[in-house]
């Protein structure tokens, strides 16, 4: 049996689509048995609640802290949210797990598990997992004779803090048998400090065809529209998509959980869905404007019209993908003015489908090396 750890736990359509993509991959191709590993710690799960708390790190101790704003803003759409919080939770039990969730890596046994799949997504970023979290940098007590592999693993920049280099290396050295990341950006970095080799591969969603994203899909009403996706506010952005708005003489959707204070009431904002209906409101769009990376990701996807403004500080997967598959042209980095033939440019689509299946040869030899048959 395979199992997979990740950020399946989260309410947010990029880690639980990467999380379905891999085990849906994994299963295909190897014809076994793959389950998500239920662990999803307070320390991670908190900022998705209702009453949101963060953790934080102090002298090796963890502090929760209450976070007002994210409060008055799940307050504010409190219908959309709990249909939100709804949505994402069926997707998890039907296509994921249902499983009661672990949430102490103490608890964490892999012994029935021949190998283990470590990623996708910020697994190795300490600004997202609170300091390094064991689990996912595989200090878990219980293996058994189990392989533990990372797949498209991320720091969310080019490399690990200093802080936390030293524990890094001797945990993924002796707990590691192969090691992939996600930007091709880091592989020096990590190559250097575990003197083996390494491997960037692609976020598990690019790992399934069109048609398989579309069968998930739950269409809206809406059609002819822009959509809308961010992770940060970025003001140039917003900008630009109004203007687009103007010019294109079309609505805005927007799918990401509302910004502080934001009241562009010529914004509509659709929060309620789960992932089938965020791939469902990619779909029926006319043009993607976005600094998400899967919202960049599933504009490819789906061959839809796009445009990616830069993210102030998890910019290299955004650069790392973009240039695999030339389509560097579609960014708008910090300085660059931003014009509506931007993103109506066309796209020769069967280039990039052939660069892309060129990756995915990649990854799959990479699974397919370090996953045997049992």
Request: hydrophobic share 40%.
């Amino acid at each position: 049996m395979i199992g997979i750890l990740t950020f399946y736990w989260a309410d947010d359509y990029g880690a639980m689509l990467q999380a379905y993509a891999l085990k849906h991959y994994l299963e295909k191709k190897s014809g076994r048995n793959v389950k998500i590993i239920p662990y999803a710690p307070v320390k991670l799960t908190g900022r998705y609640w209702l009453f949101p708390v963060v953790a934080s790190e102090s002298d090796g101790k963890l502090k929760y802290s209450f976070v007002p704003y994210r409060f008055k803003r799940n307050a504010s759409y409190l219908k959309e949210f709990l249909k939100r919080r709804k949505n994402m939770r069926r997707f998890r039990h039907t296509y994921l797990t249902r499983k009661p969730a672990q949430k102490n890596v103490d608890r964490i046994s892999l012994k029935k598990y021949s190998y283990v799949f470590v990623g996708s997504d910020q697994v190795w970023n300490p600004e997202i997992t609170v300091g390094l979290d064991d689990a996912y940098i595989g200090n878990i007590k219980e293996k058994g004779n189990c392989k533990l592999i990372a797949y498209a693993a991320s720091f969310g920049g080019n490399a690990v803090s200093e802080k936390y280099k030293s524990d890094f290396e001797l945990a993924v050295n002796k707990n590691f048998a192969a090691v992939s990341l996600r930007e091709k950006s880091a592989v020096p970095f990590v190559e250097d400090i575990l003197q083996k080799s390494v491997v960037d591969v692609l976020d598990p969603t690019l790992l399934l065809e069109q048609k398989e994203w579309e069968s998930l899909g739950k269409l809206p009403k809406e059609q002819d529209y822009i959509l809308f996706v961010f992770t940060e506010y970025n003001e140039q952005m917003v900008q630009y998509l109004r203007q687009l708005s103007i010019d294109m003489h079309k609505k805005v959707i927007q799918l990401s959980m509302p910004w502080p204070g934001e009241s562009e009431e010529w914004i509509d904002i659709r929060i309620e869905g789960g992932p089938s209906e965020f791939i469902g409101y990619f779909q029926n769009a006319s043009y993607i404007v976005t600094n998400s990376f899967h919202g960049m990701v599933f504009s490819v996807l789906l061959q839809k019209q796009f445009l990616v403004f830069s993210h102030s500080n998890k910019n290299a997967r955004i650069e790392s993908f973009l240039n695999k598959l030339d389509l560097k042209t579609h960014l708008i980095e910090e300085g660059m003015c931003a014009t509506k033939e931007a993103i109506t440019d066309t796209i020769d689509w069967k280039y990039v489908k052939r660069l892309l299946e060129k990756e995915k040869e990649i990854s799959l030899k990479f699974i397919q090396e370090n996953c045997g048959k049992e």
